[in-house]
């Protein structure tokens, strides 16, 4: 059976993604003085990480979202860790000077979930689909709904482990 996710693919290769993070943070540079960020896992882990050291900040909190169980489909989403209340409350609370970081917003759910607990906070992806950009205050890249992104992690060689005996 043919890999469906193939028919619009966007191929994101290392040295992309790390250029699209760098372009992030050039034009989150501006904006404000970040308190911390909240970085959405799995996929918000490395922007976040490149985000972070390029801004200065220390503060780095995740928020763990479980949507894609089989990486095919959206299932439903699950959180798995939530923000911790002392991240929240910064700067005033309600999520007021963090910056969410994540890879990718798809229809938009787990960024409509995360913006609940954190309805202050300033929200950027490096990659938006039209159903979930309006979610999204800051990315760096639109692609077509119908495309499937292939994150350099996607692409590469998968852990095997070691032969016993």
Same mark, same amino acid.
């Given at each position: 059976?043919?890999?469906? =996710?193939?028919?619009?693919? #966007?191929?994101?290769?290392?040295?992309?993604?790390?250029? &699209?993070? =760098? /372009?992030?943070?050039? =034009? *989150?540079?501006?904006d404000?003085?970040?308190?911390?960020?909240?970085?959405?896992?799995?996929?918000g *882990?490395?922007? /976040?990480?490149?985000?972070? =050291?390029?801004?200065?900040?220390r503060?780095?909190?995740?928020?763990?979202?479980?949507?894609?169980? &089989?990486?095919?489909?959206?299932?439903?989403?699950k959180?798995?860790?939530? +923000?911790?209340?002392?991240?929240?409350?910064? /700067?005033?609370?309600?999520?007021?000077?963090?910056?969410v970081?994540?890879?990718?917003?798809?229809?938009?759910?787990?960024?409509? *979930?995360?913006r &609940?607990?954190?309805?202050?906070a300033?929200? /950027?992806?490096?990659?938006a689909?039209?159903?979930?950009?309006?979610? !999204?205050?800051? #990315?760096?890249?639109? !692609?077509?709904?119908?495309t499937?992104?292939? #994150?350099?992690?996607?692409?590469? *060689?998968? #852990?095997?482990?070691?032969? +016993?005996?």
């Amino acid at each position: 059976m043919a890999d469906t =996710r193939a028919e619009k693919a #966007f191929p994101v290769s290392w040295d992309q993604f790390h250029r &699209d993070a =760098r /372009a992030l943070t050039w =034009r *989150l540079s501006g904006d404000k003085k970040w308190e911390a960020i909240v970085c959405v896992t799995r996929g918000g *882990l490395v922007p /976040a990480a490149i985000v972070a =050291r390029e801004l200065g900040i220390r503060v780095v909190e995740t928020v763990c979202v479980a949507s894609y169980h &089989d990486y095919q489909e959206q299932g439903s989403l699950k959180v798995l860790k939530g +923000v911790s209340q002392a991240v929240i409350d910064l /700067a005033g609370g309600e999520g007021a000077g963090i910056l969410v970081i994540d890879d990718l917003v798809d229809t938009g759910k787990t960024a409509r *979930l995360v913006r &609940d607990m954190l309805p202050k906070a300033h929200y /950027a992806t490096l990659y938006a689909k039209p159903l979930g950009r309006p979610l !999204v205050d800051t #990315f760096i890249t639109e !692609v077509s709904q119908d495309t499937w992104i292939f #994150f350099p992690w996607d692409m590469g *060689l998968s #852990f095997q482990p070691p032969l +016993v005996g």
